[in-house]
């Protein structure tokens, strides 16, 4: 249980500003807990798998997790003959309080049930300013699933272009959201739109055993697109029609600095000519439902008046005191201090919408003595990325001209982004600044090579820059010629195989594997002794031959593709092997591991394979349930060999 993080028995654990990548287990790829109290803010959760809960798997206790990405999970065997369905493909939480905040859920996928998050059990739990989009179910709630007895509030939530594929299954259900076995959901100030399944594309209702009660929402198809909506409780007055087309239903989406749910706002951008229907739509002050530094605006307004319906995007500062969010702290954030004066009810994960700047439940003098310290200072974090990236690298785009893209910036001061191109090769040609992160340079030579940078700035009064890109090259009426775009991600799923195994008494031989389109390079070192080492090469495997008998050496292995940028992984474990004294005869002939009833390529039972560096399984692993709770278990095909007995790991 939890790949990366295991917490149980009333154990009390925090997380913040963490990354949890390509960990996997049974239940709860990165974190399982049971009985404990979780809080996590500000992460990223990625690649990780499961059974259950590809993200997080939750039994009892509470946990609040707010302002976290959970993105690219798996609920999911990825094994034919394993029968086990997966579920929550970035969450499960079974019995458990659990708030969820200000988090993006997006290409998550369960095998069975709740693409994004599963709920279970009687629990009650909320999902406040979540979005949820492309996430992927096999059978139920692509986006959401709430069943069995679960207690459920959704609000100010997008969910949006989900699916529940019914991928082995007869059918499906609930594009957006499933609700059965006995579990209410309530629904308030959200979006629902776009989703897929056979049945009840945005919502289903198990109509015998489940109840969902939708108010002030925009439901795609309205009331009577809910499959088994007898068991639904429908708001006529204050829902919208969700009525495809028609611009007093539709959300009318657009794209911005940090995503492309925001809504369509003249008063935001001329160029945004429709109003959206969901502005203003919503059931309280936003302020007051805590939407403090929220907005649903591509020019990064904060909401304010009636709410918006549906997911806000949160704008941070790295400046204490700017309650705003304009990128400086002057007398408009003096104002906002002065309405939270003296407030003794001030909490996590809000501090009364962060004027509680100490965060020990009160707004005092402790307070204000920060604030002043920052009076009338401008904030100074450049846009990231930093340095500057291309979406789309320079690229011949004709005979006489060259298009690139720079990646979309974001900042935390709340300004809007401006890009400044400039060519650099073969002569000089500086752009002005522009809003637009879309470049294309005309006019050009045919067959010519030509370079270009670009860099961001935000607009606010210290206008902070990133530094330059890389240069970018590409040949006119050649197509690119540069690296493409970007690749910062390293290569995945580094291991020894083998781990270093003697092979006379001056050599001992190891290898690694790990995986990456551009491909993979290697580097060997012995831990403690400095110099001995492989250097980076191509093959994986090393074999040092010039070694002492009789001694113990102790190596590690990391890689790095071979992109422009060679991004390189973290250093492997450690693994120790002794070479033999000299004129003793070494045994370099591993088991033998007749395979069956699988082979773990083929799936062909009963094929016996010789592996030099590799075991195989009898019963492939499974979750259990036995007398103390759930467990792996699995059986290991019976190895042989010559020299006697044969041990596992």
């Known amino acids: 249980h939890g790949g990366g993080v295991c917490a149980e028995d009333t ?28 809080r996590i803010s500000d992460s990223d959760f990625t690649f990780n798998s499961a059974y259950h809960g590809g993200g997080l798997f939750g039994i009892d206790g509470l946990a609040t997790i707010i302002g976290c990405t959970f993105s ?23 019995a458990t309080e659990a708030d969820i905040i200000d988090c993006d859920f997006s290409g998550n996928k369960a095998e ?7 709920f279970g059990g009687e629990n009650v739990s909320s999902l406040k300013n979540c979005l949820f989009t492309n996430n992927t179910a096999g059978r139920d709630g692509g986006g959401v ?71 002030y929402s925009d439901v795609m198809g309205g009331a009577v697109a809910v499959y088994g909506n007898s068991a639904l409780v429908w708001d006529d007055v204050n829902n919208l029609t969700g009525t495809v087309s028609d611009p007093d239903s539709e959300p009318s989406f657009v794209s911005g600095d940090m995503g492309i749910y925001y809504l369509s706002q003249p008063a935001a951008d001329p160029n945004q000519t429709t109003l959206s229907p969901c502005v203003d739509a919503g059931s309280d002050d936003a302020n007051f439902l805590d939407m403090y530094r929220h907005t649903t605006r591509t020019d990064l307004v904060i909401d304010t008046g009636s709410v918006d319906l549906g997911y806000h995007y949160v704008l941070t500062t790295d400046l204490a005191g700017d309650f705003n969010f304009d990128g400086v702290v002057d007398e408009l954030d003096w104002a906002i201090l002065q309405d939270y004066w003296l407030n003794t009810g001030c909490a996590f994960p809000y501090w009364c919408n962060g004027t509680d700047l100490n965060q020990d439940g009160m707004v005092n003098n402790a307070d204000y003595a920060i604030f002043a310290d920052n009076y009338k200072e401008t904030e100074t974090e450049a846009p990231t990325p930093n340095p500057m990236t291309w979406e789309i690298a320079p690229t011949s785009v004709g005979e006489n001209s060259i298009g690139m893209i720079a990646t979309t910036a974001t900042d935390n001061s709340g300004t809007s982004i401006e890009y400044k191109f400039e060519r650099v090769y073969p002569d000089y040609y500086p752009r002005i600044w522009d809003p637009c992160s879309t470049y294309t340079d005309t006019g050009l030579a045919t067959g010519v090579k030509y370079g270009y940078k670009v860099k961001a700035r935000d607009t606010s009064v210290n206008q902070n820059e990133t530094d330059w890109s890389f240069i970018g090259y590409a040949i006119t009426g050649e197509g690119g010629v540069g690296p493409g775009p970007e690749d910062h991600t390293p290569p995945t799923g580094l291991r020894w195989e083998p781990e270093p195994y003697a092979t006379s008494p001056n050599s001992i031989a190891m290898g690694a594997y790990h995986e990456d389109p551009s491909g993979v390079q290697y580097y060997f070192e012995e831990y403690y002794f400095s110099g001995l080492n492989s250097g980076w090469q191509d093959s994986p495997t090393w074999e040092p031959i010039w070694l002492t008998p009789n001694m113990m050496y102790t190596f590690r292995v990391k890689a790095r593709d071979k992109s422009l940028w060679h991004n390189e992984t973290a250093w492997s474990i450690t693994a120790s092997e002794t070479t033999p004294e000299e004129g003793v005869v070494e045994d370099t002939e591993a088991p033998v591991t007749p ?19 590799k075991s195989a399984f009898a019963v492939l692993p499974q979750q259990q349930l036995l007398s103390d709770g759930y467990h792996h278990v699995m059986t290991a095909a019976t190895a042989t060999d010559a020299t006697g007995p044969v041990l596992y790991k």
């Open 72 to 94: 690219n999970n798996e609920a999911d065997t990825n094994d034919p003959n394993v029968v086990i369905l997966g579920d929550g493909g970035a969450l499960h939480l079974w």
């Open 595 to 613: 395979i069956g009833p699988y082979h773990p390529y083929t799936g062909a039972p009963d094929y016996p394979v010789y592996y030099p560096y």
């Open 112 to 118: 069975a049930s709740g693409g994004g998050v599963y």
């Open 11 to 38: 154990a009390v654990v925090t997380f913040t500003d963490c990354i949890f990548s390509e960990n996997q287990a049974s239940a709860g790829g990165a974190i399982h807990w049971g009985n404990a109290n979780l």
């Open 145 to 215: 699933s709430a069943n069995i007895f679960s207690q459920l509030a959704i609000s100010n939530c997008t969910i949006a272009d989900n699916i529940a594929a019914g991928t082995e299954f007869p059918t499906a259900y609930g594009g957006g959201l499933y609700c059965s076995d006995g579990g209410n959901t309530d629904i308030i100030n959200s979006i629902l739109w776009g989703n897929s399944a056979n049945l009840g594309p945005q919502i289903a209702i198990d109509p015998c055993s489940a109840a969902v009660n939708v108010t």
